[in-house]
C-alpha cells in the first residue's frame, strides 16, 4: 500500500505573514523537485504512444480549440467513467501530456476520459471552471447512469472538487482548495482573480451538505503549502460533515505522486476503482 490516511503536521508557515515573493516560492512546485521539467518531458512522451495506441475518440463540448476531451475505453460494458483534469497552474499543459496517467484506472476497468481546458490569461478562472462543468454535463449526458468519478492534479485538483457536486465522487491530487494565497504570487500575473473569484472559486469556501465523497491526496514531500492545502480541506471537509479520505503518499512529491496513478497497483488508481464502487 502505498498511501496513508490522515496527515501529519505540514509544517507550513502562515502563508499571510510572507511577502510576495516567498510566497511564490512557496508554490513553486517545479523549482521545488529536481528534475521536474524532464519528467513533464517523459509524461508527453509516454502519453503520445499511448494516445495513438488507446485512443478511442475525441469530442468537443465546447466551440474553443480546447474544449475537447478525449476518451479511452477499458473493453468493460457500461463500466464507470473517470474524468482526468490536468494541472498547469491553470495557464500550462494540455490534456495530450497527460494521457499515460489513464493507464492504471483503465487496467482497473474504469473508462476515463481526459478534459482539456483553456488557459489563462485567455481565459479567466470563472471560464475555465465553467468549462469543466460542461465537459462534465457532456459525459454525464452519454453515461447512461453509469458512475463518474471527476478527478485531477494539481490545478487540475481544484477544478476536480470544485465540479465534484457534478459527479458522484471526486479525486484531488495535490490540489489548490483555497485561492486567497494564490492571488499574492506570481501565479496571479496571468490569472488575475479578483476578490469574487477568489470567494466563488475556492472549494473550500463551498460545502454543502449532502455532497460527493472527495478522497484528497497529496505527496508527503511536497511543498509545505501544497500539504496545508490538502489537509484543511479535508479537515474542513470533515466538519462539515462530508465523506472522503485524507491519504498521504509516503515519499512523493508534487510529480512523483502521480506514478500512484498511472500504475494500476497504485493507491490513487486503486482509490479511483474504490470511487467507481467496482
Known amino acids: ?29 517545479s523549482g521545488a523537485v529536481p528534475g521536474s521539467a524532464e519528467t513533464v518531458a517523459a509524461w508527453r512522451a509516454q502519453s503520445a504512444a499511448f494516445r495513438e495506441a488507446r485512443l478511442d475518440a475525441e469530442r468537443a463540448y465546447g466551440p474553443g480549440p480546447r474544449q475537447r476531451l478525449d476518451l479511452y475505453r477499458c473493453g468493460a460494458p457500461s463500466a464507470p467513467l473517470l474524468a482526468f483534469i490536468h494541472g ?8 495530450e501530456g497527460f494521457s499515460c496517467m489513464a493507464a492504471g484506472p483503465l487496467a482497473l476497468g474504469l473508462d ?3 478534459i482539456g481546458y483553456t488557459l489563462a490569461p485567455e481565459a479567466s478562472l470563472s471560464e475555465i471552471a465553467a468549462e469543466i462543468r460542461a465537459a462534465l454535463r457532456l459525459l454525464r449526458s452519454e453515461s447512461r447512469g453509469r458512475r463518474l468519478v471527476v478527478s485531477g492534479w ?15 465522487a471526486g479525486l484531488a491530487i495535490s490540489g489548490i482548495f483555497e485561492l486567497a494565497p494564490i492571488a499574492r504570487t506570481g501565479l496571479d500575473d496571468a490569472l488575475r482573480l479578483s476578490a469574487e473569484e477568489i470567494a466563488a ?13 472527495v478522497s484528497v491526496v497529496y505527496g508527503a514531500e511536497e511543498l509545505p503549502e501544497l500539504r496545508r492545502q490538502s489537509t484543511a480541506y479535508h479537515a474542513a471537509r470533515v466538519a462539515a460533515g462530508l465523506a472522503g479520505p485524507l491519504l498521504a503518499v509516503p515519499g512523493a512529491q508534487h510529480f512523483s505522486v502521480l506514478d500512484g496513478l498511472m500504475r494500476p497497483d497504485g493507491g490513487i488508481a486503486r482509490e479511483a476503482a474504490r470511487l467507481a464502487a467496482l
Not at 498547469?88 to 490534456?95: I, P
Not at 487540475?156 to 459527479?167: E, K, N, Q, R, V
Not at 472559486?201 to 465523497?213: E, K, Q, V
Open 88 to 95: 498547469g497552474y491553470w495557464q500550462r499543459n494540455a490534456k
Open 112 to 114: 476515463v476520459a481526459m
Open 201 to 213: 472559486l475556492s472549494p473550500i469556501r463551498h460545502l454543502a451538505p449532502g455532497g460527493p465523497p
Open 1 to 29: 500500500m502505498d498511501t496513508a490516511p490522515d496527515a501529519p503536521e505540514t509544517g507550513a508557515a502562515d502563508w499571510r505573514s510572507l511577502d510576495r515573493a516567498a510566497l511564490s516560492r512557496a508554490y513553486d512546485n
Open 154 to 168: 494539481s490545478a487540475g485538483g481544484h477544478l476536480a472538487a470544485l465540479a465534484a457536486d457534478a459527479a458522484d
